[in-house]
């Protein structure tokens, strides 16, 4: 952590990790935040704008509380807007925002970015251990194994039917359906495919044809 501050300090960048060792007189706007943070503990949400000079400490104060949210368990995105990552715009530029949020997911347990996949892992074995239950197991089995695949895939359909409002509410279903058939066979293929569709990455014209052809 403290070689990570010196080399963020002396190249004139935001450290990423060991702020709280660091940062000083922000007692005020860092109690505010902490609080907004235990609002949205309690299902509230807020929405700031922290406004200053180049050079006041923007980042320094945001990134400060990017940490202590991952500490608190939250799950947590940032994405630095860009003439070609946009909030909506032509060319694109609203889904590269998404792409670089869905990129630089964290949570505490992979706090570099990239924690999607492990997010729906923890999820689905939290739907497996529910369904398992019913057969007086707790563990995914190969006694229970076709039971449980059918039943946690319309538990994964009522759990997202609560998004009815969305507009791609079906097209989500589908592929969180997908992601769960190549969990439990173990189709790491399958898988890839369907994180890199929740991403919205599809790097390949065989992902495109493919994602088609499971949407039929």
């Known amino acids: 952590v403290t070689t990570a501050l010196i080399n963020a300090l002396n190249s004139g960048t935001t450290p990423r990790m060991g702020l709280e060792h660091i940062i000083a007189g922000r007692k005020k706007e860092v109690e505010v935040l902490l609080n907004n943070l235990d609002d949205v503990k309690d299902g509230g949400s807020f929405f700031k704008f922290i406004v200053g000079q180049y050079g006041s400490g923007k980042s320094f104060l945001l990134q400060a509380i990017r940490n202590y949210a991952i500490n608190e368990d939250f799950v947590v995105m940032d994405v630095d807007l860009n003439p070609e ?21 964290t949570v505490k347990v992979k706090p570099n970015g990239g924690a999607l996949e492990s997010i729906i892992q923890r999820w689905l074995n939290k739907l497996t251990k529910a369904v398992s239950k019913e057969t007086g197991s707790e563990e995914l089995t190969s006694f229970n194994k076709g039971y449980v695949q059918s039943a946690v895939r319309k538990e994964i359909g009522k759990a997202i039917s609560r998004m009815d409002s969305m507009v791609y509410e079906y097209d989500f279903t589908r592929v969180m359906e997908a992601y769960w058939d190549g969990y439990v066979t173990e189709n790491d293929d399958l898988k890839k495919r369907k994180d890199r569709r929740l991403r919205w990455v599809i790097r390949k014209k065989k992902d495109i044809s493919q994602n088609n052809e499971e949407k039929k």
């Open 85 to 105: 990552r946009r909030l909506c715009g032509t060319g694109n530029r609203g889904l590269m925002t998404y792409r670089s949020l869905m990129t630089s997911m």
